[in-house]
């Protein structure tokens, strides 16, 4: 049983993410929604990614991973949110928590706001799917390799793949084989950062905390 280690390849997975927004916004354009594009609009999608994060652990507790296992965390001066689980997960378990997100807050919500004639929801689940570029290259390399178990190491641009087959052979968009070895040698960590956020980081989250209370409740 061996052990591969990838790193995101952030050049690759962001121009992919900035292909899927642009091919967006020619939609929002296309259904004449660029007027409800705005502030308010914005800061509801900063909140929208966390609730994709919690979606992300949702279908790691559907796997079968404990909530005591399943980490939050944010760095914002990478402009990163995640999700990672502490335990060792099989194929199907983060195939499920890769697409929950996807299906569940970019799909299916805009079926619905297409239904209910509403232009927030409509704008914000396209900008979610456009947001689900790593998730999309990711779940898509996973379909094409032979069975293995996922395993979240304390990185939140990497992971860890182990199987008996030889992964190293395979290709995977946005993913970089960075270390392979024997899984018994592998160390794993004890504790994982939950937030890597500076100073000014917190001023701006307050800033926008407070810019979104103005925004609904006040004219």
Do not use: Q
Not at 17 to 46: N, P, Q, T
Not at 97 to 113: D, H, M, N, Q, W
Not at 155 to 177: E, P
Not at 200 to 214: D, H, K
Request: proline content about 1%.
């Amino acid at each position: 049983m061996k052990y591969y280690r990838y790193s995101m390849n952030m050049l690759k997975l962001n121009i992919f993410c900035i292909v899927l927004m642009i091919f967006v916004f020619i939609i929002i354009g296309w259904m004449g929604l660029f007027s409800y594009l705005d502030f308010k609009c914005l800061i509801l999608y900063f909140f929208w990614m966390f609730l994709h994060e919690f979606i992300h652990g949702i279908g790691f507790y559907v796997s079968g991973v404990g909530h005591k296992n399943i980490v939050y965390g944010a760095n914002l001066e990478k402009g990163i949110f995640y999700c990672m689980c502490k335990e060792k997960i099989n194929k199907n378990g983060i195939m499920i928590s890769l697409l929950f997100p996807l299906i569940f807050i970019g799909i299916i919500t805009l079926i619905v706001g297409i239904i209910l004639h509403n232009p927030i929801l409509i704008i914000l689940s396209l900008l979610n799917i456009a947001g689900c570029a790593g998730d999309i290259a990711m779940a898509f390399s996973f379909f094409s390799l032979p069975l293995f178990s996922y395993l979240d190491l304390d990185d939140c641009t990497g992971f860890v793949l182990v199987s008996s087959n030889d992964l190293s052979k395979y290709k995977l968009f946005g993913l970089d084989l960075v270390e392979s070895g024997s899984y018994s040698k592998l160390g794993c960590a004890s504790d994982f950062k939950k937030f890597t956020i500076s100073k000014l980081s917190w001023i701006v989250f307050i800033i926008l905390l407070f810019a979104l209370f103005i925004s609904f409740f006040c004219k």
